[in-house]
């Protein structure tokens, strides 16, 4: 018994670790103005999965406490309203609507994400 409890508890934790919210890209996300930065990678605008790896690699960085890291932690939805854009200054914008059912934890609720929020360094190398 004991050992199925804790084999139990490791799935339980590892499924906790690797949680990620539920991206939903709005339209035009991807229109030219917004996203206009190009992955050095790739030299073209930033794709949906590079958007998602991105965000996912903010979420998963333990000491980054940026508003933007507690969101992409805490929510059940995020919503990229826009891409990587601004070169001066790239980013991608998300938002969290607090309307949504997966939404509605004390761990989102707790980080007001019912506004827009600027996860800064997409284009990083």
């Known amino acids: 018994m004991k050992k199925f409890m804790t ?15 539920t991206y939903v890209f709005q339209p035009d996300w991807d229109a030219e103005i917004n996203n206009d930065v190009n992955n050095p990678a ?7 999965t590079q958007v998602q790896t ?10 980054d406490e940026s508003k933007a890291a507690q969101v992409l932690r805490a929510c059940g939805q995020v919503q990229i309203k826009k891409g990587c854009h601004q070169a ?38």
């Open 42 to 48: 790739t030299g073209k605008p930033y794709t949906q």
């Open 54 to 63: 991105f965000l996912d690699n903010v979420k998963n960085r333990g000491d």
């Open 88 to 125: 001066s200054e790239p980013h991608i914008t998300i938002w969290v609507d607090g309307r949504v059912k997966s939404n509605q934890v004390k761990a989102c609720q707790k980080v007001d994400p019912d506004s827009a929020v600027h996860v800064n360094g997409c284009d990083a190398r």
């Open 7 to 21: 084999a139990a508890l490791a799935v339980l934790l590892c499924g906790t670790a690797l949680a990620r919210p």
